[in-house]
């Protein structure tokens, strides 16, 4: 069978700060669907990664005392530690720095040298460090960077410019024909104003500072930072290198499937990004998908507000999959979304402790008493009862409903339509009463009720694995089935009937013991 490339990216953060719930959120998010592609076969490539250049990091090492260099390497493992903890299944991890990254962008600034696409100018404006963001005076607020609130600084410098001027029309047209380029559609509303407003001439190299990827045919400049972020997308799939591996990698996966960015950053994805490709002969990516903020409070959680909290507190209060759960199921993706941790504890108790995790250890519980925790048999549809054949289509019309949400990456309702069948579940099991059924000997009936019941079970959890993937293996395991991870055919693995015959259940603890709120 042909796997069909599916590749996914997440921004490379800047690692002038630990991660936090924002950064952790675009991360966990393109985890799941890059889990739930490997689920219908397709040959998944998740990047993420990391930001290492410009003023806002040599700043930010300055401050501590150490080299640029030396900042990021310490500050890099805080990333890949923390993606590590919340069970993130990325398949490549691009650092700035790397050589495989520098020989990229080197590639690229001459690519679009020898076509013409640059010039050398002058600069005057204002630039904002903490966003590495160039405004005009007009663009200010009450002088003031628009975008953060923050101090802008005044920058004088003679630079090298990209002609994005001349890529308007060619974008606009672009956007017109690939009506899912940007996504939600309010995003894209967004930038086909900002396009037809008008572009002005990007200054793509500085050379006050010199932490960045140098210009190969111009001494003392160095890559806007920006200009060198978005090149990762395409560095980390082998872009600049002639070897063949690399020249098959790129051909592989590139144009991407998804750049997972937050709305904050949709201009340099959804402008810059696109018109640098053009310029360079190469496809723009197939979807940006701009998700919205995360807010406390009312407010955007963010390190400059300090209002940022980590993952970790709140992984050590619910467990990974609970921390994954909750902000896929309670933020509308592509929304703004207030977090809380009431908010955290309803969903929790709510949704997990009470409905999946109450439903699996009630069910193999009763298999481990009424049936000596052996798989019965699958019933016959003869004497099929209605709630039978209705949780049967329930569980029948899932795999398309859930690829449906998730095709619009919709993960909210991705997982309501797998709730759908849980709920039912929980239903059907208190109906058919096990505990009357073994009392009044009814052995053929209670066989064909648990069956039912672990059936639904078992295909729930293949359609919670993308967001909780540790607890629906934990939940084959105790089925006695197999890696539920290597399941490569979601739709097939759902078929009903799947459990045979004889598999071991084995009832273990509590998946998602209730919490008290204390506070
Ligand atoms: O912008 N809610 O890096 P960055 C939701 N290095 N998501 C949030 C968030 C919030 N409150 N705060 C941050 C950069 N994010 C550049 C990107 S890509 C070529 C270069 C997420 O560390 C969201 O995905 O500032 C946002 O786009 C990203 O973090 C910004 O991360």
New binding site residues.
């Given amino acids: 069978m042909t796997r069909s490339p599916f590749y996914v990216t ?5 690692v002038n700060a630990e991660p ?4 952790a ?2 991360t966990v998010a393109a985890d799941a669907i890059a889990r739930y592609r490997r689920m219908t076969g397709n040959d998944v490539l998740f990047l993420t990664g990391l ?1 290492e250049h410009g003023q806002k990091i040599a700043q930010a090492a300055e401050e501590h005392g150490m080299s640029p260099q030396e900042w990021v390497d310490a500050i890099a493992p805080k990333f890949t530690d923390a993606w590590a903890m919340l069970d993130v299944s990325n398949d490549d991890f691009i650092r700035t720095t790397e050589p495989r990254h520098k020989r990229g962008v080197q590639a690229f600034w001459q690519k679009l040298h020898d076509e013409g696409w640059l010039y050398q100018g002058h600069y005057e404006g204002w630039y904002c460090v903490p966003d590495e963001t160039y405004w005009t005076a007009e663009q200010l607020e009450d002088g003031v960077c628009p975008q953060c609130g923050r101090e802008v600084q005044f920058i004088t410098e003679d630079n090298w410019f990209f002609k994005l001027s001349e890529f308007g029309d060619r974008l606009l047209a672009y956007y017109e024909a690939n009506p899912h380029f940007v996504q939600p559609e309010t995003r894209r509303n967004e930038v086909l104003s900002f396009v037809r407003g008008g572009l002005k001439d990007l200054s793509i190299s500085r050379t006050t500072f010199s932490w960045g990827v140098p210009i190969p045919f111009a001494e003392g400049h160095v890559t806007y930072v ?1 200009i060198d ?2 090149l ?2 395409i560095t980390a799939l082998g872009y600049g290198s002639e070897d063949p591996a690399d020249v098959a990698r790129f051909e592989r996966y590139w144009p991407a499937d998804y750049h ?3 709305k ?2 949709i201009r ?2 959804c402008v810059i990004w696109p018109a640098m490709l053009m310029a360079a002969g190469i496809e723009p990516p197939t979807t940006v998908f701009a ?5 406390t409070k009312g407010e ?3 390190k400059s507000k300090g209002n940022a909290q980590t993952p970790a507190s709140l992984v050590k209060r619910f467990g990974v999959d609970a921390y994954r759960y909750y902000f896929l199921r309670d933020v509308a993706f592509g929304q703004d979304g207030s977090i809380s941790m009431e908010g955290m504890v309803q969903r929790y108790n709510g949704d997990l402790a009470n409905d999946w995790g109450n439903l699996c250890s009630r069910l193999f519980n009763m298999t481990e008493k009424y049936l000596d925790g052996v798989a019965p048999a699958a019933p016959g549809t003869a004497a099929e009862t209605d709630e039978d054949a209705t949780m049967r289509a329930i569980a029948g019309k899932l795999p398309e409903t859930y690829e449906d949400h998730m095709s619009r990456l919709d993960y909210a309702a991705a997982l309501e339509s797998a709730w759908e069948l849980i709920k039912y579940a929980n239903r059907y099991i208190e109906n058919a009463a096990p505990w009357t059924l073994a009392k009044e000997g009814d052995t053929e009936r209670l066989a064909a009720v648990l069956y039912n019941a672990l059936e639904a079970v078992r295909i729930a959890a293949l359609f919670t694995a993308p967001v909780m993937p540790a607890t629906s293996a934990e939940i084959w395991r105790r089925l006695g089935l197999g890696e539920i991870a290597e399941v490569t055919d979601i739709a097939v693995a759902a078929g009903w009937g799947g459990l045979p015959q004889g598999s071991r259940v084995t009832k273990g603890d509590a998946l998602f013991p209730r919490i008290y709120d204390e506070e």
Wanted: glycine share 10%; net charge negative; proline share 3%.
């Fill in positions: 997440t921004p490379i953060y800047y936090h719930l924002g950064t959120y675009t930001d920006w972020a978005l990762n997308y997972f960015v937050g904050d950053i340099f994805h998700h919205g903020f995360l807010l955007k959680m963010s």
